[in-house]
Structures are given as structure tokens and as C-alpha cells.
């Protein structure tokens, strides 16, 4: 079978703010979220509702991928196919986005009145590798090829 994707979190801000992206794979199934809420700020919640520990745990943040909070806005979907899953792998693949691990990087743009573009990835795999992507007006190149197959894939789930 070799190694799978089992979770991920993506998300983009510049001029608006978009959805946080997630999906994890628990007990076999695989839940998606598009929500509103940040790792630090979800995480956070559930520090005060002492489920875990560690704030900073995007990873633990992943696994609550099934459940909205009162306060969070979003939607859950639980995929019955894999298929979604397996193109988003050989994307990955062909991106080579496993190479990505560890870029953080932050472009200052002068004369720039906005507050620029922020970009965070978090890939989990099987075998328990992970990804961690962050950047400030820089990402990797084939960031936004992988953003937009994830929002494509949230916009099937919604129709």
C-alpha cells in the first residue's frame, strides 16, 4: 500500500482571509474541515478544555478534524471514497512537496501598504513523517497548485 497521507492542514491569508483547510484520517475514515479557526486559537480552546496539553500541537489540532466547536465556524465532511485522497498523494508527489519540509521564509515588500500574504502547509504521513511549511509573501514553488487541488476538493464535497 505504501506510505499514505493522513492528514493535512493548509492555509493561505492576504488581502482576505480563507478558510483553514484539515483533513485527518481517524480509525479509517477520513474527515475534512474547512473552519475559520487557527491551530493556535483551536488548540487553545481545548487547552482550557484540558483534551491536551500542548498548544502549539498541529498535529492534535488534526485530530479533531470530525468536530466543529460552538464557537467555529466551518463544516465537517467525511469522505466515503479515498479516491480524492490518492490524487492529492500524486499531486504531492509530483510537486515533490515532501522536499518542502522545513521552508520558513519572509519576503519584506517595500512601498507595500497591505499586510502582504502568509502561508502555512502541514503534511502527516503514514509512516510518520510530516511536512511544515511556512513562509511570509514567499511559499514554495507548487504551493498554490496544491492549495487550489485542496479547494477543489472542499468544493466538490459542498455540491
Not at 27 to 39: L, R
Not at 64 to 69: I, Q, W
Not at 92 to 112: P, T
Request: overall charge negative.
Amino acid at each position: 500500500m505504501g506510505v499514505r497521507l493522513t492528514g493535512f492542514h493548509i492555509h493561505h491569508q492576504g488581502m482576505a482571509m480563507e478558510p483553514y483547510y484539515i483533513m485527518r484520517e481517524i480509525d479509517s475514515v477520513i474527515y475534512m474541515k474547512e473552519t475559520n479557526c487557527a491551530p493556535d486559537d483551536w488548540c487553545m480552546l481545548e487547552v482550557e478544555n484540558s483534551r491536551h496539553r500542548d498548544k502549539s500541537d498541529v498535529a492534535t489540532y488534526l485530530g479533531f478534524a470530525d468536530v466543529l466547536k460552538d464557537c467555529e465556524y466551518g463544516h465537517v465532511y467525511k469522505l466515503e471514497d479515498r479516491k480524492p485522497i490518492e490524487e492529492l498523494e500524486q499531486l504531492i508527489e509530483e510537486l515533490g512537496a515532501k522536499s518542502w519540509d522545513g521552508f520558513n521564509k519572509s519576503v519584506q515588500r517595500r512601498g507595500v501598504l497591505d499586510a502582504g500574504d502568509s502561508y502555512s502547509l502541514f503534511l502527516e504521513f503514514s509512516d510518520g513523517s510530516t511536512v511544515k511549511v511556512y513562509g511570509y509573501n514567499a511559499c514554495p514553488e507548487g504551493f498554490d497548485d496544491l492549495k487550489l487541488k485542496i479547494m477543489k476538493m472542499f468544493q466538490s464535497l459542498e455540491e
